[in-house]
């Protein structure tokens, strides 16, 4: 004699339906068998001819890296040719890159008067030495002359006779306005080449 089944446990509801369908003449109902899942195909093997490739995360094949352009520094090319030509510059004459009229007989020299001027009072600039051989003592300037005009244009200090001077060339003629004393006079001078031995 079977042990009577408590209603709660749960253990009736399949025994009633397995008795009701043994009487019907009917085997109960097998739960369908799980399908076996299929089986991963097998990868094929990497040629070992073949070079792997970069891909990225989601398997795309990367882009090729492009290589930056070359970058030249220009600065040091340019520092570089500027030497280069001096030392050549230099290596074929550095005279005459220095002092390009010693070089050259027939270029022009700059202009020399041979006065050495001062102020005796503001406005007044006078000849306090003539150079010996000069132009200017050539042509009758003498020390103690005060020189009023150089090229038409009044003269306030020394300075304004040597900027005249200095725009003009050795050959040139300047002229100049004085007084010797008070003896006006007006001279034009014709300007010889200058040297080291001349002076100013």
Same mark, same amino acid.
């Given at each position: 004699m079977t042990t009577p089944k408590h209603l709660w446990s749960g253990d009736w509801e399949e025994e009633s339906e397995a008795a009701a369908a043994r009487r019907r003449g009917m085997a109960p109902?097998? /739960? %369908?068998?799980? /399908? @076996?899942?299929? /089986?991963? !195909?097998?990868? @094929?093997?990497? =040629?070992?001819?073949?070079? %792997?490739? $970069?891909?990225?995360?989601?398997?795309?094949?990367? !882009?090729?890296?492009?290589?930056? %352009?070359?970058?030249? @520094? *220009?600065? #040091?090319? &340019? +520092? !570089?040719?500027?030497? #280069?030509?001096? +030392?050549?510059?230099?290596?074929?004459?550095?005279?005459?890159?220095? $002092?390009?009229? =010693? =070089?050259?007989? &027939?270029? !022009?020299? %700059?202009? *020399?008067?041979?006065?050495?001027? &001062?102020?005796?009072?503001?406005?007044?600039v006078v000849v306090t030495e003539v150079r010996p051989g000069s132009p200017a003592g050539a042509a009758g300037v003498r020390g103690g002359d005060v020189i009023s005009e150089v090229q038409s244009r009044p003269v306030a200090a020394p300075i304004d006779v040597t900027l005249a001077v200095d725009a003009l060339q050795a050959g040139d003629t300047l002229e100049l306005v004085g007084r010797h004393g008070s003896h006006p006079y007006t001279v034009r001078v014709r300007l010889a080449a200058r040297d080291a031995k001349s002076g100013p």
């Open positions: 109902l097998a /739960e %369908p068998e799980a /399908e @076996p899942e299929p /089986e991963a !195909a097998p990868q @094929p093997a990497a =040629s070992p001819a073949s070079p %792997p490739r $970069d891909t990225d995360r989601v398997g795309a094949v990367q !882009a090729p890296r492009v290589r930056e %352009p070359l970058q030249i @520094p *220009w600065r #040091a090319v &340019g +520092i !570089a040719a500027a030497t #280069a030509v001096v +030392i050549l510059a230099l290596a074929l004459g550095g005279e005459a890159l220095l $002092d390009p009229a =010693s =070089s050259h007989p &027939g270029a !022009a020299k %700059p202009g *020399w008067l041979g006065l050495k001027l &001062g102020v005796l009072q503001r406005g007044t």
